[in-house]
Structure formats: C-alpha cells, structure tokens
C-alpha cells in the first residue's frame, strides 16, 4: 500500500512538473520576441493606438475609426493615398477632428467634411500641379481631449522626409482644447494650420497692425464671429435694441459660445431692451435641465418687445430652445431665432415632430423662424444671381450681358458645378450619400483646396518640388487678387493675418413646410461685396 502511494505521488509530481516546463517553454519565447506588447497600448490601426477608450493618432491608410458612416470616403481616401505613394513629390495634409462622434447627427456632419477634403484632394491631384497631396485622418478624441498626444506624432511627421507634413486642417470645435493645439501647432512646431470649420474670434489673428500674431502661420476660410454678427445685422439693416435680446450659454471652456455671445452684444440703436438670458449647459449635446430653463427664458421674452432672439449656444440647445419658445402661449407673437455657423447641421436634429411645432397651430406659417449664418449654401450662387440680374433690369431697362455679371457670384457659381459633378460621377468610387446644403462639405473641400495652392505656389517660388513648412505658410497672404482662391463658398481672400476678407456667409433658415433649410440671401461682413478683383484693401492686415 505504502509503495501504492509512493509511487501515485511522484507520477503527479512529474505530470505538473512538466506541464509546467511545458507552459514555460512556450510563454518563454513569446516574452521574448514580443517584450515591447507587454503593458503597450491596444493597437487600433497603423499609427493609432486606444487611449482612454478611444482610437487616438494619425493614419493614413483609410481607417475609419470604428465610425460606420465614415467607412466609404476614408476607404476612397485610402486608395487615393495609395494610388499616389510611388511619386516622389507628395506633401501630407492632416484632417484633424474627433473622429468617433457619439451622436448620428455628429457622424453625418464628419462625412461630409471628410467628403469635401477627399473630394479636393482628388481635384488637386489630377492637376497639373505639384507636389500631390496625401490626406491624413488625425484623431484627437472627443471634444479635442487627447490633443497633446496627436500634435506630438504631428510633429515627427513633419520633419520626416518620409511624412512631409505641411499643413493641419479640420478643427471643427471651438474650444479651449483645440485653441492650445492651434497654439502649439502653429507656435511652437511652426507647422502651417488652415481653419475651416472654426468661427471663435480667439482662434483667429488680429488684422490691426498691431503686430502681435498668436497663431503665426494660420489661415482662416470661415468668418469669425464678429464678422458673422456682424453681416448678420447689415443684412437685416436697423433692428432697434427694445427689439432683440440675447440667450446665451454660459457652459466654461466653450470659445464658440463665448465668442459668438459677445460679438451679439454689439450696441444696437434706441432704449435698453430686455438684459440677456443666460443658461449653462452640461454638454456640447447634453440638455441637462436646460429644458426648464427654456421655459422660463421663453416666457419672459414674451413679456418683452422682443422679436428677434439672439442665441449664443450649440446646435442642440438651439433646437431645444426654439421649440420650447414655440410651446409659449404668446399672444400670437412670432419670432425669429438667429444664431451662428455652428447651426448649420441643426436639420439633422429635428423630427417631424419639431418641424410642426416651429410651424404654429395654424400650420399658415412658423410661429419660430431659426435663422443663421451659414458658411455656405447650394443655391447661394444662383438666387443672388437672379437678385442682381432683376436689380439690374429695373435700374437699366433691359437685360444684362452675360459678361457684365459680377465674377464674386459667377466664379463661386462654376466652382459649386465643379463640385457637384465630382459626386454626380462618383469621383474615384463610392464616398456616401452627400448633402451639400449643410456646407460643410462646400467650406472643407474649399480649405483643402486653399492649402493645395498655397502649396502649389510655394513650390512655384522655392527651388524643389516640396517647399519648406515656411514657404507654405508665407503664402497665405499672397492668395488674393490674381492668386485669389475661388471657392464653391465665396472668394478667400487673405489678409496679413490669414482671414478671409469680406467672405460673405448664407443667411439661411429653417423651412417647416419643406423641412430643410432654406437660402434667404447673402450677407457681407463690410457691408458691400468683396472688390472686383478680390484685392484686400490697405488698412486691413
């Protein structure tokens, strides 16, 4: 029996013992041949890594980021970095953005940028031009939170031969995040920057020859603020201050809000009106319990002379706020609810059940008309046109020639027919369904293009065919006039610090009847168009 056991013991010794060399033999060399995967970072794609849940980093081989509804145009823009990766004469542009946006309206909103800079980088690439452009998708995490991260690898890619990067785009988020990327990508790095999306008034250079330039080396294609408010008010001519009051968002770290609350604040004729109303949000797209807050704000302005309500807030506060205004018993009252660029996606938040109650009880028309300035809208080019042809008429007596129209309406107009013949032809396959009316994909296809002629330029005047990162950012002011960039949203323009002079915007609104968002007419920051030539006169930068 004892011998029994004996031998039982040392057999089950010996089973584990050399389960264990077992398992050792082969976790061993796993250890050592991939030591730098122990404790590193999930890997997502090529240069992107999980951090904090999120896919954060730079690729450009087409990866969409786990966003569906981006899977086409980044899989288009993929092949297009591929097709081009045997020249030698490529410079890299990266789309800087959150890339995995929670809400369907957000995910709708980043395919049609992606779509306008793939669909200008096709363009330039098909150009006599050089160098091509590689398109880079940089994700810095929701609302620009690991920003640090990526403007690192941003770095690295610019000095290397390989990257060639020489310019960083995108940025559709006013906020503090994305003001210290600018600020070190244009600062510190000296990497050249184009705003598309961005209207703050605090991510922008003074033109005040005051010398002081916070972003050297940023450009801008979308009017700031100042300037929106600004065409805004010359477009709807004198409103008196007893008529307008202002809804503001106090919500911290949101420059947008901010920036768009005070440049609303500019002094208006006649007695005090009613003091503003201010709320504070949780979130870009939290409501929190601003619900109530509406409320109260709504009856109180029903209480004033107020019928134009200036909003300084985000696309889904907006559209809470003008269906809780609708839902006040006001006398018969009707408003008109204007607010900012960022609007310009607010469609895609209403239901059909939003758009009958901005068209009133008795469905003849809205009691709450929301009104914005857009960077961009389809029919901008073809209704001003009529506009000026019947003004025309009317002073002349007949019918103006062809050759006498304006080219500030005319070249913008043949650019948006370029443009939709791109996606009526499906250029370089499939990229989604594309809307134009939001402009989104009109403003991002003309920042692209904006930096494919700086680029262009730039190399035109340096020995070599990829210029330096100063060369390319020296350019900007020299795109006026002759060299003036004739986008499918209006003339850009540049000044000495990099804003688009007198760039007009869309007064746009949205239609309850037809639930869209429809083209009311055009307004200019100065007060008239642009000069025929598009030369940016003294005094201005």
């Given at each position: 029996?004892?011998?029994?056991?004996?031998?039982?013991?040392?057999?089950?010794?010996?089973?584990?013992?050399?389960?264990?060399?077992?398992?050792?033999?082969?976790?061993?060399?796993?250890?050592?041949?991939?030591?730098?995967?122990?404790?590193?970072?999930?890997?997502?794609?090529?240069?992107?890594?999980?951090?904090?849940?999120?896919?954060?980093?730079?690729?450009?081989?087409?990866?969409?980021?786990?966003?569906?509804?981006?899977?086409?145009?980044?899989?288009?823009?993929?092949?297009?970095?591929?097709?081009?990766?045997?020249?030698?004469?490529?410079?890299?542009?990266?789309?800087?953005?959150?890339?995995?946006?929670?809400?369907?309206?957000?995910?709708?909103?980043?395919?049609?940028?992606?779509?306008?800079?793939?669909?200008?980088?096709?363009?330039?690439?098909?150009?006599?031009?050089?160098?091509?452009?590689?398109?880079?998708?940089?994700?810095?995490?929701?609302?620009?939170?690991?920003?640090?991260?990526?403007?690192?690898?941003?770095?690295?890619?610019?000095?290397?031969?390989?990257?060639?990067?020489?310019?960083?785009?995108?940025?559709?988020?006013?906020?503090?995040?994305?003001?210290?990327?600018?600020?070190?990508?244009?600062?510190?790095?000296?990497?050249?920057?184009?705003?598309?999306?961005?209207?703050?008034?605090?991510?922008?250079?003074?033109?005040?020859?005051?010398?002081?330039?916070?972003?050297?080396?940023?450009?801008?294609?979308?009017?700031?603020?100042?300037?929106?408010?600004?065409?805004?008010?010359?477009?709807?001519?004198?409103?008196?201050?007893?008529?307008?009051?202002?809804?503001?968002?106090?919500?911290?770290?949101?420059?947008?809000?901010?920036?768009?609350?005070?440049?609303?604040?500019?002094?208006?004729?006649?007695?005090?009106?009613?003091?503003?109303?201010?709320?504070?949000?949780?979130?870009?797209?939290?409501?929190?319990?601003?619900?109530?807050?509406?409320?109260?704000?709504?009856?109180?302005?029903?209480?004033?002379?107020?019928?134009?309500?200036?909003?300084?807030?985000?696309?889904?506060?907006?559209?809470?706020?003008?269906?809780?205004?609708?839902?006040?018993?006001?006398?018969?009252?009707?408003?008109?609810?204007?607010?900012?660029?960022?609007?310009?996606?607010?469609?895609?938040?209403?239901?059909?059940?939003?758009?009958?109650?901005?068209?009133?009880?008795?469905?003849?028309?809205?009691?709450?008309?929301?009104?914005?300035?857009?960077?961009?809208?389809?029919?901008?080019?073809?209704?001003?046109?009529?506009?000026?042809?019947?003004?025309?008429?009317?002073?002349?007596?007949?019918?103006?020639?062809?050759?006498?129209?304006?080219?500030?309406?005319?070249?913008?107009?043949?650019?948006?027919?370029?443009?939709?013949?791109?996606?009526?032809?499906?250029?370089?396959?499939?990229?989604?369904?594309?809307?134009?009316?939001?402009?989104?994909?009109?403003?991002?296809?003309?920042?692209?293009?904006?930096?494919?002629?700086?680029?262009?330029?730039?190399?035109?005047?340096?020995?070599?065919?990829?210029?330096?990162?100063?060369?390319?950012?020296?350019?900007?002011?020299?795109?006026?006039?002759?060299?003036?960039v004739r986008g499918t949203s209006?003339?850009?323009?540049?000044?000495?610090?990099?804003?688009?002079y007198d760039k007009p915007v869309?007064?746009?609104?949205?239609?309850?009847?037809?639930?869209?968002?429809?083209?009311?007419?055009?307004?200019?920051?100065?007060?008239?168009?642009?000069?025929?030539?598009?030369?940016?006169?003294?005094?201005?930068?």
């Amino acid at each position: 029996m004892l011998d029994f056991l004996y031998n039982t013991f040392w057999a089950t010794w010996i089973r584990k013992a050399c389960t264990v060399l077992v398992v050792l033999a082969v976790v061993v060399p796993l250890a050592v041949i991939l030591p730098g995967r122990i404790g590193a970072p999930e890997h997502c794609a090529e240069g992107v890594e999980r951090s904090a849940g999120e896919c954060v980093g730079v690729n450009s081989s087409g990866y969409d980021f786990g966003t569906q509804e981006i899977h086409q145009v980044t899989d288009a823009i993929g092949r297009e970095n591929e097709r081009i990766a045997g020249d030698p004469d490529i410079v890299s542009v990266a789309m800087m953005l959150p890339l995995q946006p929670k809400s369907g309206a957000e995910r709708a909103q980043l395919r049609s940028e992606l779509q306008g800079a793939y669909l200008a980088q096709y363009r330039a690439n098909r150009s006599e031009n050089k160098p091509l452009l590689r398109l880079l998708l940089a994700n810095p995490g929701a609302d620009y939170g690991q920003q640090e991260k990526v403007v690192d690898r941003l770095a690295a890619m610019a000095d290397s031969p390989r990257d060639n990067l020489r310019a960083v785009t995108g940025f559709n988020l006013s906020l503090d995040n994305t003001k210290k990327a600018v600020a070190r990508l244009t600062g510190e790095l000296r990497i050249p920057v184009l705003a598309s999306r961005v209207s703050a008034d605090e991510l922008a250079n003074p033109d005040d020859r005051s010398g002081r330039v916070p972003y050297p080396g940023l450009a801008r294609v979308i009017p700031t603020n100042r300037e929106q408010a600004a065409a805004l008010a010359n477009f709807h001519g004198g409103l008196r201050d007893a008529e307008t009051v202002l809804v503001k968002d106090l919500r911290p770290n949101d420059i947008y809000d901010e920036s768009l609350a005070k440049a609303f604040s500019r002094p208006e004729p006649g007695p005090p009106g009613p003091k503003d109303q201010p709320f504070t949000s949780p979130g870009i797209n939290d409501l929190g319990d601003t619900g109530n807050d509406f409320t109260t704000i709504g009856h109180n302005i029903c209480e004033s002379d107020a019928r134009v309500v200036y909003f300084a807030g985000r696309p889904a506060h907006l559209r809470l706020f003008a269906l809780k205004l609708a839902e006040v018993p006001c006398h018969g009252k009707k408003y008109t609810v204007v607010s900012g660029s960022g609007a310009a996606t607010l469609e895609r938040y209403m239901s059909p059940g939003d758009w009958e109650k901005l068209r009133g009880d008795d469905g003849a028309g809205a009691t709450i008309t929301v009104q914005y300035a857009a960077p961009g809208h389809p029919d901008a080019w073809d209704a001003s046109l009529r506009t000026w042809e019947k003004a025309r008429r009317a002073d002349t007596g007949k019918a103006p020639a062809a050759g006498d129209r304006p080219a500030y309406l005319t070249e913008p107009q043949s650019e948006l027919r370029e443009l939709r013949r791109l996606i009526e032809r499906q250029a370089g396959g499939d990229i989604g369904p594309v809307t134009l009316e939001d402009s989104r994909t009109m403003l991002v296809h003309d920042g692209v293009r904006t930096i494919a002629s700086a680029v262009f330029l730039a190399n035109a005047q340096a020995a070599g065919t990829v210029p330096r990162r100063d060369r390319v950012a020296a350019q900007w002011p020299r795109l006026e006039a002759r060299y003036r960039v004739r986008g499918t949203s209006g003339w850009i323009c540049l000044t000495n610090g990099g804003n688009a002079y007198d760039k007009p915007v869309a007064v746009v609104k949205l239609d309850p009847v037809t639930r869209r968002v429809a083209f009311v007419g055009l307004g200019w920051p100065e007060k008239k168009p642009q000069p025929a030539d598009c030369a940016v006169p003294s005094g201005t930068g």
